[in-house]
């Protein structure tokens, strides 16, 4: 984006009563106008949102930084980021008319039947968003893109092919009752403490069952925030509060929970597989914050391929329940806990060898390191 440049206001043009997720595309625009802190008062430059389609986020995010590119779908004009008012006034009467513009020559365009594809630093993956023509017959197809398109692609193994079904069905649920994601994440937050107390008390199998639906809900209020448009600075200190404190808190307690089950750890190896774990939690975070601050805000895990490949398994909440899951099967709670431990350690190591790698990279580079989704290598 032309840094020079004044912030486009966004409009959306034409009436379509077809409503996605609850809202008729002129109310999504304004929202998605709203989040990226834009106006939909008449100026110049001006972004302009073709009603008669649904298009994924990331495409009014993208054309809102590209002056002079016209996003088109059949020829017609989706979205266009105009920057004078001769420019704007043909594509405007083209939108209603459901026609190619005149004056296309005059923009960079792009063919979303090409496929072009675009980074999302955002939810860490580069794919072709969804857009698509916005009509009842299409309204579950799209609903369905706009579900997936929210999903990060790069994430734990559960929440990239175990949840997403799950998750899609709670989804659409919630937006027809209007529960909003803070409602969804409170209901959640109360199924984390008690599955909490359900460790403490030797419960595991209540414990993970609570804590399953939890992790389901943990990802139904995010989709549900980007879905409709209602993500807010609230939410999201709420939601990632929760997944941020909660993790040592169940490890603590499983372990004592041991108790109950006769397999009580003796206290050499309670407090080192503590130590292991507590301790490998929060300087796994400490290192991937530094990574951040030294990679210009750019994630650990979107580094390389490997880097993205081993977030799926690395030592998050997630991966560590499939460890006491299994654990489980065999009524060895106690050996899960210590699986963890050791899976914590070898996550770290590996960790570790990713920054000392990364500074090395750089240095060599001579400067900042890029991710491997943006499609320019590192």
């Not at 001769?86 to 960079?108: I, S, W």
């Not at 397999?263 to 990574?291: C, H, K, N």
């Amino acid at each position: 984006m032309d840094t020079n440049a004044s912030a486009p206001a966004v409009r959306s043009v034409g009436q379509n009563p077809t409503r996605l997720w609850g809202l008729t595309m002129q109310e999504r625009t304004a929202r998605l106008a709203r989040s990226l802190k834009l106006t939909d008062v008449a100026s110049s430059p001006l972004v302009l949102a073709n009603a008669e389609f649904a298009y994924d986020p990331a495409w009014l995010r993208y054309v809102v930084a590209k002056p002079g590119l016209m996003l088109t779908l059949g020829g017609i004009p989706a979205l266009a980021h105009g920057t004078n008012e001769d420019e704007l006034a043909e594509v405007h009467a083209a939108m209603e008319a459901g026609r190619k513009a005149t004056n296309e020559y005059a923009f960079e365009v792009l063919r979303i039947e090409d496929n072009p594809a675009i980074e999302d630093k955002m939810l860490r993956k580069r794919e072709t968003p969804f857009l698509m023509r916005l009509e009842p017959g299409t309204v579950r197809s799209i609903e369905r893109a706009s579900y997936f398109g929210a999903y990060k692609g790069v994430t734990d193994i559960l929440t990239k092919y175990l949840w997403p079904e799950w998750a899609l069905v709670l989804t659409r649920i919630a937006a027809n009752i209007g529960m909003t994601p803070n409602m969804v994440t409170a209901i959640g937050a109360v199924l984390c403490v008690l599955a909490t107390v359900t460790f403490a008390f030797g419960h595991y199998w209540a414990g993970m069952a609570m804590g399953l639906v939890f992790m389901v809900l943990d990802t139904v209020d995010g989709k549900l925030a980007r879905c409709t448009i209602t993500s807010s600075e609230w939410g999201n200190a709420f939601d990632h509060g929760i997944d941020l404190v909660h993790p040592p808190f169940w490890w603590w307690f499983w372990a004592t929970g041991l108790t109950y089950w006769g397999l009580a750890l003796d206290t050499a190896t309670f407090w080192a597989v503590q130590i292991a774990i507590q301790g490998g939690y929060v300087v796994q975070r400490l290192i991937e914050g530094l990574f951040m601050v030294r990679n210009r805000q750019m994630h650990i895990h979107v580094w390389r391929p490997f880097d993205s490949w081993f977030r799926l398994i690395t030592a998050r909440r997630n991966p560590n329940m499939v460890i006491l899951f299994i654990s489980m099967i065999f009524s060895r709670p106690d050996i899960g806990i210590i699986a963890v431990a050791l899976w914590t350690v070898a996550s770290l190591a590996v960790h570790l060898v990713q920054l000392v790698q990364a500074e090395f990279a750089r240095k060599a580079r001579g400067s900042h390191l890029t991710s491997w989704l943006a499609g320019d290598g590192a």
